[in-house]
């Protein structure tokens, strides 16, 4: 059996792990400090992200018109269009659309885990109590997002935002640890 020497991989590579560590923060910086900018960018490049995969839908589903789901392929492909251009056409009713989708979204997760504390209940299950306040946070939570779109939107970059920051500052220690692994592996 061959072993794989990892050092040199790691030596070679440790700055792309820098890299995403540097980008994550840049991009928490950016949603935390300039919020409306950074939405509307996300909006923007989810929006042509969707135009490129309608147009690989389509063609994939074309390429292939002789199988019996052809037909499927290019339905995917024009509903991405259409949601792509919708996005970047109409970004802001784009948002509220992801914002009033999230919030329903928390409201039937919150029932659903409501529903399953109970049954963890006559289970016998301890835990019962923790699935049951997490359902009840879940439906809180949709109902502010519901009932307070922007400011749900806002809130949602923030978490992003602070997620992305302590992403990147994570990536960027493991980065320099690889780094110092890979140089004492070269002084072995």
Do not use: C, N
Request: no cysteine; net charge positive; charged share 10%.
């Amino acid at each position: 059996m061959s072993t794989i020497d990892a050092g040199p991989a790691v030596k070679a590579l440790w700055w792309l792990v820098l890299l995403r560590g540097v980008l994550a923060v840049l991009f928490g910086l950016f949603a935390l400090f300039s919020p409306e900018t950074a939405l509307l960018a996300l909006i923007f490049v989810w929006g042509f992200y969707a135009l490129f995969d309608g147009i690989a839908a389509l063609a994939l589903g074309f390429r292939h018109r002789r199988t019996s789901h052809w037909g499927w392929h290019v339905l995917q492909g024009l509903v991405s269009l259409a949601a792509g251009v919708v996005a970047l056409v109409w970004p802001g009713p784009t948002v509220l659309a992801l914002v009033l989708i999230i919030g329903v979204w928390s409201i039937v997760l919150g029932v659903t885990e409501i529903a399953e504390a109970f049954s963890a209940r006559k289970s016998g299950s301890s835990s019962w109590g923790w699935l049951l306040a997490g359902g009840i946070i879940a439906i809180l939570f949709g109902i502010a997002l519901i009932f307070s779109p922007g400011a749900g939107a806002l809130a949602l970059l923030w978490i992003i935002g602070w997620f992305s920051l302590v992403f990147g500052v994570v990536f960027i220690v493991w980065a320099f640890r690889l780094r110092r692994a890979a140089k004492a592996a070269d002084v072995l």
